[in-house]
């Protein structure tokens, strides 16, 4: 079968060596696996996250996302761009509905772009991960590859905010999506259920106000084990850094013992469909999944 | 008060919502406010903001110009997009404080020394500089943001999680150097000071 080929941009989180490396780690068994082909963007530039609107403003911000996009159509013609990261995705989706619905911003991102030696025509579609898994491969053909199912393992799907609002997968609730708890499932893992699932975890706050973003990841992290979750995934690359990251700390602060694990939903695929700890990335958590790591060394 | 400022003032005169609507991303969505307050109930740092989004709508009709201007409320956004995804109208809640606190910024009226347009500023300087962000020297901007020794406090509280981070591959020192970085960043910074100047000169800011 010929492989499903994407545009990809994996974002600055992800790269070698960033709070995040082990993400990009875990895409490659499971992609392989489900017969998907990502084609990384050349030259790809930081999306600016939500956080850079103070300095960035409205046009600056979507002429750094316009590039991307413009590489993608001059690079790769035909195919949809695709994220791993939420912030990345939701600034790409959210650059190319608004140039496709305002034409004068269009024209001025245009002229912008220009002094790059690039021009963006608007055709591209940007999709997340998720999206891509669940509307062009399905659940049961995520499930097809499946070797070690993850039998026994409870888990609190915690899907955050930006992979979830504004935009979302089609056709899920924003208050309460359903499609981590299928993934979960679908690979053999049990669901819990979960109230916190799309608690915010103070995002990029967690740095400058540490204190009201740690109150949000003590109740993502207490959900989590009132619901008998051994570990928490996550389809978020902040989220995922700041509700494992900071456990220690409020452990330090308020006499908690707290100890989750917090991995990606491709480390569970990966583990699932064969591939080694390393293959997962696992190397890569600071609070060890062990009972995943297990499954994978079986 | 700025130049900026006062040419605003002189500008606008008694009408807030015009300079709002004319001046801010997405601002002419305000007026389509029906004061339902689920904003206001949803967002997760709701309880430090000295105005609801709510609130502001409101004031920003009722011309209260500076009181708007120079809160600290808009900087409390997470940007958890739950205001949007929940306003029985649509309103693109999360983009118009954004603009609000980049307008207010621009003024020179936000609150000086606020930690969150701090990082704010600091994250997207730290991203066009080299095209991609470097996470190294993003936080230790961020932690000697309040001078050297609140930075070496700061770093010294955060120790451990650093040393983690990097046994774990995650947080690269040699990033110091420099990291990772687009070829063609010389075009970047281009386009983006070409952006700038467009939209200044389209918002009355040039």
Redo the contacts between chains.
Sequence with gaps: MAKKQYAFYPGCSSQKGASASNFLTSIGVMCDKLDIQLNEIPDWNCCGASIGYAEGGELPRLVLNARNLALTEQNMPGMDMVSGCPACWLSSRETAERLQEHSSLLAETNEALKEAGLNLKGHVHARHMTEVLIEDIGYAAMKAPVVKPLEGLKIAGYVGCQTNRPFGIAGESFENPMYLDKMIETVGAEAVKYDQKVTCCGGALAFSEPEKSQKQIRSIVESAYDSGADMIVTPCQLCQANVEIYQSEINKKQGTKFNIPVVYYTQLMTVAYGGSAKDAGLNGQLIKADKLEKIANK | MSDLNTQAVMRYKNSFLKEVEERV?DGYWVKMCMQCGVCAGSC??GP?WEHSPQKIFMMIRAGKRDEVLKTDSMW?C?????C???CPRKLPI?HIM??L??YS??LGLSPKGQ???????L???N??KS???N?LTF?LA?YFKDGIVQGIKNSLAMQ??GL??MK?????P??ILG??T???KG??H???????E??DR?RGLA
């Design positions: 991303e997760p740092f430090h409390m997470t940007s958890c997009y739950n949007i995804a929940r999360t954004h603009g606190a980049n910024y621009r930690p969150n347009q701090a990082i704010a500023r994250f997207w300087n991203a066009i095209g991609r962000v996470e936080s961020m451990g999680i983690g981070l774990a591959k995650r947080l690269n040699m990033e990291g990772h687009c070829k063609d075009s970047i281009k386009m983006i000071a070409k952006a700038r467009i939209e389209r």
